[in-house]
């Protein structure tokens, strides 16, 4: 039995959430409740877990494709992997997490909120990559500089996948600094989207590989 009580979510989270808004108030109790009392999030969280975390994830909704596999690299807390499986009950989302923490506290969210279509790994990118998971997408949020990310990435996806990721407002600096390494793994395209304006603003990195890519580790 899991002792965690709901957050009451503000109209434009009911507004992008619908009817998944009462399971999404649940994941945002774990977050405020278990997850800053176990330091998955820092105790300053709490006042802005919807801006900052569950709407900041929901912007990458729209560019997860229908029925898709897709696999969050390291996941922590389940940001953006639970709200994504929350939000499209037809993705098969993979939650990848090494630390076993942080793959237990996945483990009783993903039993918690009954999500039939998110499974838990507790395991590095690099072994993970070997059991070749073939993945339609890879999403991350915080993880790393794109070009060790897309190191970390790119081999859990099939050939013509991508990698859909989060960063702040050096994104486009990145992807420049990081071309040379993209070209060399098989990023047939590249792109950062901005999603909002001003200081609400969040920056989407879109890279996707070549279909007939060779499989860098496999």
Same mark, same amino acid.
């Given at each position: 039995?899991?002792?965690?009580? !709901? %957050?009451?979510? @503000?109209?434009? +989270? /009911?507004?992008?959430? *619908? =009817? &998944?808004t009462p399971k999404v108030e649940r994941f945002a109790g774990w977050l405020v409740g278990p997850g800053i009392e176990r330091g998955l999030l820092g105790p300053r969280e709490a006042d802005r877990i919807w801006s900052r975390h569950l709407l900041n994830c929901a912007v %990458?909704? @729209?560019?997860? !494709? +229908?029925? &898709?596999?897709?696999?969050? %690299?390291g996941s922590g807390a389940g940001l953006p992997g639970v709200v994504l499986a929350l939000q499209r009950p037809d993705l098969r989302m993979t939650l990848l997490e090494p630390l076993l923490r942080r793959a237990t506290f996945l483990e009783e969210v993903v039993s918690d909120l009954g999500l039939a279509n998110v499974v838990v790994v507790r395991a590095r990118a690099e072994d993970y990559r070997h059991q070749h998971p073939d993945h339609d997408v890879v999403v991350a949020r915080a993880v790393a500089p794109i070009d060790r990310l897309a190191a970390w990435a790119l !081999? %859990? +996806? /099939? !050939? *013509? *996948?991508e990698l859909v990721a989060l960063k702040g407002s050096t994104a486009a600096e990145e992807l420049v600094a990081a071309r040379h390494?993209? =070209?060399? +793994? *098989? #990023? #047939? =395209?590249r792109e950062v989207v901005t999603v909002g304006e001003g200081e609400d603003a969040t920056h989407v990195v879109r890279i996707v590989t070549s279909p007939d890519r060779a499989r860098e580790g496999r």
């Open positions: 039995m899991f002792h965690v009580k !709901p %957050l009451e979510a @503000p109209a434009s +989270v /009911r507004a992008r959430f *619908g =009817d &998944a %990458l909704e @729209p560019f997860l !494709p +229908v029925g &898709a596999s897709a696999c969050d %690299l !081999p %859990l +996806v /099939r !050939p *013509g *996948g390494f993209l =070209d060399r +793994v *098989g #990023a #047939a =395209d």
